[in-house]
């Protein structure tokens, strides 16, 4: 299953845990912006546990370098969007407390950041930071301060 497919489910799950599917689907319908919808989405990742989004594979650092690698060429080209799947999809895969995890964050962070999502960037470096391997790591703590500054 895509990631696009698990996000399906996961929309399926969340509106069954609302019991009022069309009251979470006209929403959703009602959004204008972009930004409003990424918002929307991200909440959604937010309430439903990540392990809809593995496609039924479990933590490997291999395939969270893989997913990561992907998103750097996105982030690279300014498709933040893709992007931002990939680091997701990168952080569901990294085993709990790795470098990979770590990575993923900040990437993930740095991403938000430039997609507008200051609030969320600002999670995601937090958990990179407190993760023992963060600490190590100078560009997260950039990321936390422009974060902090804007």
Avoid: W
Avoid at 65 to 86: F, P, T, V
């Amino acid at each position: 299953m895509t990631f696009l497919g698990n996000l399906s489910l996961a929309f399926e799950e969340f509106c069954k845990s609302l019991r009022n599917v069309e009251e979470v689907s006209q929403h959703f319908s009602n959004l204008i912006t972009d930004n409003e919808r990424c918002e929307c989405v991200l909440n959604l990742y937010r309430t439903v546990p990540t392990k809809l989004f593995l496609d039924s594979v479990g933590k490997n650092s291999v395939l969270s370098k893989d997913a990561r690698d992907i998103g750097n060429k996105k982030y690279a080209s300014a498709q933040y969007d893709h992007a931002l799947e990939c680091y997701t999809k990168s952080i569901s895969f990294a085993p709990v407390g790795s470098p990979e995890l770590m990575l993923a964050l900040g990437n993930r962070a740095a991403c938000l950041l430039n997609l507008g999502f200051i609030a969320e960037a600002l999670v995601d470096v937090q958990r990179a930071l407190a993760l023992p391997i963060g600490r190590l790591y100078r560009r997260e703590y950039n990321t936390f301060v422009i974060c902090l500054c804007r």
